[in-house]
């Protein structure tokens, strides 16, 4: 069949693609942003890609005429205020331009939504299936609620709380149960039920085998992981209390975090097990989903993390935006430096931040994170998804990757980080050397307060990086 694939630069539609190159299907991805999508060399050539923003009745003409099937992956609006209405309006551009093509079938993944009272961010869900029931095409809607697997926002967030707190005082919606299920269930259900006639006109809950509280996850999470963690629920802790609590202790960003918060006082079990036995599938246990998860992590095998989505950070530009560094108005600091060997430099380039760090004043970098989380920013928490790959689009700490070319020896970062103005840090392999430029371009008098104030920290941590950078030393 040729497949319609909406998000997918997002943490499902990564991991689906090959699966439906696999199956032999022909593969239309769809990126907001071409700059954004870089493929695996083994898939460039097997499928075609189109740049598409369900906002934009420009860019929907993209879509070709002849395709039979669809996925709707679009979940990554949760970082604005009025991602409803965003949500809702995609959804509506989406059907009526799937009216003038071929499409007989689009698969929906959602979230469990049986409840009578449900939070805004499941509200939303429920009325984009609503929506897209309209459609002329064959609608089959799989609602899943916790999903596990490394790089998942859910998965992510439980790691951080148990990883880092040995005695945890929580919100009562701890006891909250649910029903998680792996991301490889997720992916086969997503995989078998495309052109699927017993699936069509009908929606689905997914989950696994396990109905838990999420204080259940977090220490069977513990017990996995051989860590013995004590918790503590108390009824005080509002919701702002608690998306603030999140905030600060895990990945996620604030807004993301009173999404997540109003969700999970919402019991999200699944109703029956019918898909499991139309499509001949037995999930597996939380456990088991957590000890894959960390097979893949050890053996730096993350294809896609929630991190590397620009709701982690707020984001709503494409990266093409930034991609261009300005030279006019801005305040620039340049170095450069002889390398002891070109395949060495660009190798530590590029494993620069997460685990590794930034080479110099590592310190300073995370007091730097921590004063950005203490006004909203994304802090260093976010990491990177692997340890010695970078792709545009990809989250490193507090900056986005914007260009990465590892045979050109060229990295270029956009700072996410909270800032009167906008950074670039950029470095570059050419003539023997390797150069390494910040540009910051300031907004206003305090723009320019700023850059004054750390410039003294400038010379010592960017002189500091570049040595280490180069040389391996410092």
Known sequence: MKILLTGATGYIGKRLLPILIQNGHEVV????????????????????????DLLKNNTLKNIPKDIEAAYYLVHS???ASDYQQLELESAINFRNSLGT?????????????????????????????????????????????IIIGSGSASFEIIRDLVEKLPVMITPKWLHTKCQPIAI??????????????????KNFDIGGPDILSYKEMLLQFGEV?????????????????????LYFVT????KLAVALVHSMKIEVICRNNDLNKRLNCTPISYKEALKRAFLKIEANEIVSSWKDAYASSGMKSNISDYIQVPTFGCYRDIRSSNFDSKEKSIERIWSIGGKT??????????????????????????????????????????????????????????????????AWLEFKVESGKLIQ?????????????????VLPFHGAIFNGMLKKLANGTT
């Open 184 to 201: 490889s269930d997720v992916l086969y259900f997503l995989s078998k039920t495309i052109g699927n006639p017993s699936t069509f006109d």
């Open 357 to 422: 760090g930034w080479y110099y004043g590592d310190w300073l970098w995370r007091i730097r994170g921590f004063l950005d989380k203490l006004v909203g920013g994304v802090g260093l928490r976010r990491g990177r998804t692997h340890a010695h790959e970078l792709h545009p689009g990809d989250a490193l700490d507090f900056w986005r990757v914007l260009y990465a070319n590892k045979k050109e020896g060229r990295l270029l970062l956009f700072a996410e980080m909270k800032l009167p103005g906008e």
């Open 77 to 79: 609006m949760s970082a």
């Open 29 to 52: 991805c769809c990126v907001r942003d071409l700059n954004r999508f870089d493929p695996p060399a083994s898939l460039a050539d097997k499928i075609t890609t189109i740049e598409l």
């Open 251 to 254: 990945s996620t960003s604030y």
């Open 101 to 145: 093509t071929g499409c007989n079938h689009v698969v929906y993944l959602s979230g469990i939504v049986n409840e009578t009272k449900l939070s805004d961010h499941l509200s939303s869900r429920k009325n984009v299936e609503n929506e897209l029931e309209k459609g002329t095409f064959h609608l089959s809607t799989l609602r899943a609620g």
């Open 437 to 453: 430029t910040a540009t910051f371009r300031p907004l206003g008098l305090s723009g320019r307060l700023y850059w004054y104030s």
């Open 225 to 245: 992981r051989k860590l013995k963690r004590n918790i503590f629920i108390v009824p005080v802790m509002t919701p702002k209390l608690s998306s603030y609590w």
